[in-house]
């Protein structure tokens, strides 16, 4: 016993903020990766981790950075004492250095890993962190928790596509909503691959089952937008749900699968859209601008274009999306989102358009 | 060996837009364009005017200087052949372009389909392994009139030796500036704003007026500044920024105030000036965020007020 509590302390208290569902991946692959480290899960985002996030960071930078910052405090507030913060292309290469700061300025003794500084695209840089964190890291071992959780990575998002596409029209009371909110449940006391997989098919088998009361020809509306804010349920105020339960099939493209692990995949799309930009505009702008052309190709009834406040490369791909939209006759809602951005302000918008293109998609069949 | 035939070139007119890059890049472009034989056109300075006519083509939430930028662009039209627009990314780790210069090229394109103008671009990369006069050899070899691959080198060897002289140049008013007396403020914040005739001349002339030196962060030897921005800042990435911070680092100590302007809403400033009133305490610091609403009058005062603050702590007032 007095053993058992002696390892927990000298245990590394690590957290990484609320990023949609993909939390129980990160726990799994510290947890299991690293010897000494217990993940510490931040409390679920609500309005207060966004007002403690605006209230202590620079006025003008875009949303995710002062949601990340509240869901950080929030987590050293529940006893993390090391926080890690990613690198990435865009504002987000530099998030972890001024929260740093900012978080030290607090008060908060914290150690903030912050894997820009180690991102320099050499492999020694990021051994001399998986050292840092564990002297006695075992490589064969970590390689592979990491091709787990990727795995596990793909699950959520394969999952989450599915769902999204699908429970708007769930013909019982609610089963598809429980399979899936029972997977990710499952998925965060996984303490295997094997325990993985079975989560996985167990879902899937579900899905399956349930009848479905679809259309031939359902709505179809294709999002797109910027990396945090496009798959946060809560950061974008449960759109894809709101959606669904008006009975829209829904379409995101847009996942760590595809734009962050299979980041080649994207640098191909670039010659599909050649006639409309010759150049990247963006890290997440080809494969935006793809999926919008693509949607608008497959006839989709609409597309909703969603980003937080201040973001400058879907600001930036705005344009174009403007021109697929009258190019292709499909309707397009932009949706720009901040901490002060109401759920029932939302469900109005959505209304409206939703009221848009099926009254459109009536006129047109 | 052959005699060289004088061809007969019917050579196109460019735009160039005086805005954004064109502040770092002028004698680099202009000469380039020059011993190429291709003509060259300037919007003219920024006014209310081109201001509103940005704006009004730009997506709300841009960043007023690409807003004003689209009013050059505009002011363009129908002037000229093609009207120049370059992609400038990246100069290698950790030197990158704030990433609206990626898309500026394509943006603007896609802002200014129905007009039909058509738009001249080079693209540098240096992280994609396109440095700049690679850059400069490609756009030469797509204008396709027939320039030879000598003839391209020579004329970017002509730009580049210009442009180290202007920049010399601007080095030495800036020292001429250092070695004089008085009450000296550095200017922290993009030459496209500093240097803009309707945003950044108006606080330069009026810090004159009150008998202020007024010394520019961005204007220091560029790669010790690279170097010293790591000392107030190991992650950034954008190339400008460290400029400015690096310069911060170097001149804090010669200046009795430093005034950050930044355009309403930029992104890398929006976090490294934040990164700057955090860090650096020693010396009295104001932040001007400038938007089309931005009055000169408002500035003004709030211009005045500090150097007034400053005096006072001098007790030279
Ligand atoms: S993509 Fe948008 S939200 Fe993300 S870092 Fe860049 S500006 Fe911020
Ligand atoms: S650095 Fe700032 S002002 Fe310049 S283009 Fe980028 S966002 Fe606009």
Redesign the pocket.
Same mark, same amino acid.
């Given at each position: 016993m007095a053993k058992q509590l002696q390892k927990e302390i000298r245990m590394k208290q690590i957290s990484f903020p609320r990023y949609a569902e993909y939390n129980c991946c990160i726990k799994y692959g510290l947890e299991h990766a690293f010897h000494n480290v217990r993940y510490i899960m931040p409390p679920p985002l609500t309005r207060q981790t966004e007002e403690l996030g605006e209230r202590n960071s620079p006025d003008y930078v875009?949303?995710?950075?002062k949601t990340l910052l509240g869901s950080e405090i929030e987590a050293l507030e529940a006893g993390a004492d090391t926080v890690i913060m990613t690198h990435?292309a865009?504002?987000?290469g530099y998030?972890g250095e001024l929260q740093e700061q900012i978080l030290h300025d607090l008060g908060y003794q914290c150690e903030l890993i912050n894997l820009s500084s180690y991102a320099t695209g050499k492999r020694r840089d990021w051994l001399r962190l998986l050292k840092h964190v564990d002297p006695k890291l075992n490589l064969p071992k970590f390689i592979q928790v990491a091709r787990d959780t990727l795995k596990m990575v793909e699950y959520v998002d394969d999952v989450t596509a599915e769902y999204y596409k699908n429970v708007g029209f769930d013909a019982t009371d609610g089963e598809y909503r429980k399979a899936y909110r029972k997977f990710l449940a499952s998925l965060n006391i996984a303490d295997s691959r094997a325990d993985i997989e079975a989560d996985y098919r167990t879902v899937k088998r579900e899905f399956q089952e349930i009848p479905l009361d679809k259309p031939d020809r359902p709505l179809r509306v294709g999002i797109l937008g !910027?990396?945090?804010?496009v798959m946060d349920a809560y950061s974008n105020r449960n759109l894809e749900q709101k959606l669904a339960d008006m009975g829209v099939e829904v379409h995101r493209w847009m996942t760590i699968t595809n734009q962050v692990v299979h980041y080649s995949n994207v640098k191909n799309l670039e010659p599909k859209i050649k006639d409309l930009c010759t150049y990247s505009m963006?890290?997440?702008s080809t494969a935006n601008i793809w999926f919008a052309k693509t949607c608008a190709e497959h006839h989709f009834d609409g597309l909703i274009h969603v980003?937080?406040a201040?973001?400058?490369? !879907?600001i930036d791909i705005m344009p174009v999306l403007q021109n697929i939209s009258s190019t292709y006759k499909i309707p397009t809602l932009y949706l720009t989102y901040d901490t002060q951005t109401s759920d029932v302000g939302l469900l109005t918008r959505l209304e409206a358009f939703y009221d848009m293109i099926a009254t459109r998609k009536k006129a047109l069949s | 060996m052959k005699k060289t035939v004088l061809i007969e070139r019917k050579t196109p007119v460019v735009g160039i837009p005086r805005a954004l890059l064109y502040y770092r890049y002028a004698a680099l472009w202009e000469t380039y364009f020059r011993e190429l034989g291709i003509k060259t056109v300037l919007s003219p300075p920024t006014s209310r005017q081109i201001l509103e006519d940005g704006a009004a083509m730009a997506v709300d939430e841009t960043c007023l200087s690409v807003k004003i930028f689209y009013g050059h662009v505009k002011a363009l039209i129908g002037k000229c052949d093609f009207i120049f627009v370059p992609r400038i990314a990246t100069f290698g780790l950790r030197r990158e372009m704030c990433?609206r210069f990626s898309a500026l090229y394509d943006q603007t394109r896609n802002v200014f389909r129905e007009t039909h103008q058509r738009f001249l671009s080079y693209n540098l990369d240096a992280n994609e392994n396109i440095d700049q006069e690679k850059a400069f050899l490609n756009m030469g070899e797509t204008l396709a009139l027939g320039y030879s691959p000598a003839e391209l080198k020579k004329a970017y060897a002509a730009a580049e030796k210009a442009d180290q002289r202007a920049w010399r140049e601007k080095l030495r008013a800036q020292e001429q500036i250092l070695k004089s007396k008085g009450l000296k403020i550095l200017l922290v914040g993009h030459p496209y704003i500093l240097d803009d005739p309707y945003l950044g001349r108006p606080i330069t002339d009026f810090l004159r007026s009150m008998d202020v030196l007024p010394l520019r962060a961005d204007i220091v030897n560029r790669d010790t500044a690279i170097k010293r921005s790591l000392d107030v800042s190991p992650s950034c990435k954008w190339e400008v920024n460290r400029e400015l911070l690096g310069g911060v680092e170097m001149l804090k100590k010669e200046v009795d105030g430093v005034i950050l302007v930044s355009a309403f809403p930029c992104?890398p400033d929006a976090m490294t000036n934040d990164l700057v009133t955090r860090k650096v305490k020693d010396v009295p610091l104001l932040n001007l965020v400038m938007d089309t609403q931005t009055g000169s009058a408002g500035t003004e005062t709030r211009l005045e007020s500090f150097v007034d603050i400053i005096r006072l702590k001098k007790g030279v007032l």
């Open positions: 875009c949303t995710p950075f990435g865009c504002r987000l998030y !910027e990396l945090y804010t963006g890290p997440t980003k937080s201040n973001c400058t490369p !879907e | 990433i992104g």
